[in-house]
């Protein structure tokens, strides 16, 4: 059988692997994946519903997105990056943020040409890159006073790339970008006459009064950022697969007809529950203080082992090779002999990724997490 080259660097993401390996024992501290246990706004699901017993919402039309919900977008925009985006022209309608990332990839790149990412940066970012055609070239984060940090020294000597693909606060790491961070973002697009690609899904996610910018704020950036945002973090509403992409016009026109042939249409249904949990109170204040509360038992709970504290987002990483084994290693250990499931970062990076283990707070309550230094000390003791 003929082999495909686009699939030679892809790897598996990992998480499914070991959710697979935990089962459904009730015992085992679920820290391998991106669910939550929060609750999504009660307004949203109650449309959702309401679609569901109306009967409405269940057409292939329109394919980019229900006007209600692109008006709902475009005025969350406003607050967010100051700027008008028209509802028809320049925002998108997907199924799931991470879904239209290739789209807006193959709308973007030509196969071969460079896109910029974090190492590490979220599998689902990388990966898609590496199938997409486009050549993704890493840029390290380093650990500084206890976090993370961009290397911005490194990013700076980028001569080359059609975009950096980008997110803030980042998963897995939760680095959380400060303006002088963008500032270097805005020069190295400038100069390479690159898009910036924003995954915003965790923008409101972050701690500690860590500066939250949208990068269409800072200087040069505006009309060369292509912004995906979702529903899923933020508002707790994974399961709806709703997301969005808005940018500037003249590659929205093309990011719209490689969604419809990538996807078709979103869930009617749930882009009218992703409509109201944009226009009312959505508790994204009261979950951001409950992801803080257990990312501070996460760490304090594994104190004097090489954890990096997060900025933001729903999860932390722990250095496996700075306790004497592979990633993989750890997870195996942390599992078998500790009943934790976490992920290895084999496949969210290259030389920086690969020697950590997410650990992901956002579905485990803190008297949980209160167990973790028991259950490391039986996986490394």
């Avoid at 409101?204 to 860590?210: K, L, N, S, T």
């Avoid at 090489?306 to 496996?320: E, I, T």
């Amino acid at each position: 059988m003929r082999n495909n080259a686009r699939f030679t660097h892809v790897q598996p993401i990992g998480l499914d692997k070991v959710a697979a390996a935990a089962g459904s024992d009730p015992d085992v501290l679920r820290l391998e994946n991106l669910d939550t246990d929060v609750p999504p706004p009660p307004a949203a699901v109650e449309a959702t519903a309401r679609a569901l017993t109306e009967g409405r919402g269940n057409s292939w039309l329109p394919l980019n997105g229900l006007p209600e919900l692109r008006e709902a977008i475009a005025a969350d925009l406003r607050v967010r990056t100051g700027l008008d985006y028209d509802p028809i022209r320049q925002i998108v309608v997907t199924s799931g943020g991470t879904s239209a990332v290739m789209p807006v990839l193959l709308a973007t790149t030509q196969p071969g040409e460079r896109v910029v990412l974090t190492d590490p940066t979220y599998a689902g970012l990388f990966q898609r890159v590496r199938l997409s055609g486009a050549e993704p070239h890493l840029v390290p984060l380093v650990v500084a006073d206890g976090g993370w940090r961009l290397d911005r020294e490194a990013l700076e000597r980028v001569d080359h790339a059609a975009a950096l693909l980008l997110m803030s606060p980042s998963m897995p790491s939760g680095v959380v970008f400060d303006h002088d961070d963008w500032a270097a973002v805005a020069r190295v697009c400038e100069r390479t006459d690159a898009y910036l690609i924003y995954d915003a899904a965790m923008e409101r996610i972050v701690y500690d009064g860590h500066p939250r910018i949208n990068p269409c704020r800072v200087a040069g950036l505006a009309e060369r950022t292509v912004v995906i945002g979702s529903v899923s973090k933020e508002y707790r509403m994974i399961g709806w697969r709703i997301g969005w992409v808005a940018g500037p016009p003249q590659i929205m026109e093309r990011i719209g007809v490689t969604t419809i042939y990538n996807t078709t249409v979103a869930s009617g249904f749930a882009q009218m529950g992703a409509a109201v949990a944009l226009s009312q109170p959505s508790g994204v204040e009261a979950a951001v203080a409950e992801y803080q509360a257990r990312h501070d038992t996460v760490i304090e709970q594994l104190d004097g082992l090489p954890v990096v504290r997060a900025g933001g987002g729903w999860s932390c990483l722990v250095d496996a090779e700075a306790i004497g084994m592979s990633a993989p290693e750890l997870s195996a250990r942390l599992l078998e002999r500790g009943r934790v499931a976490a992920t290895p970062m084999t496949a969210w990076g290259e030389k920086v990724a690969g020697r950590y283990v997410r650990l992901v707070y956002s579905a485990e309550p803190v008297g949980r997490l209160l167990e973790l230094r028991a259950r490391f000390s039986a996986a490394i003791g």
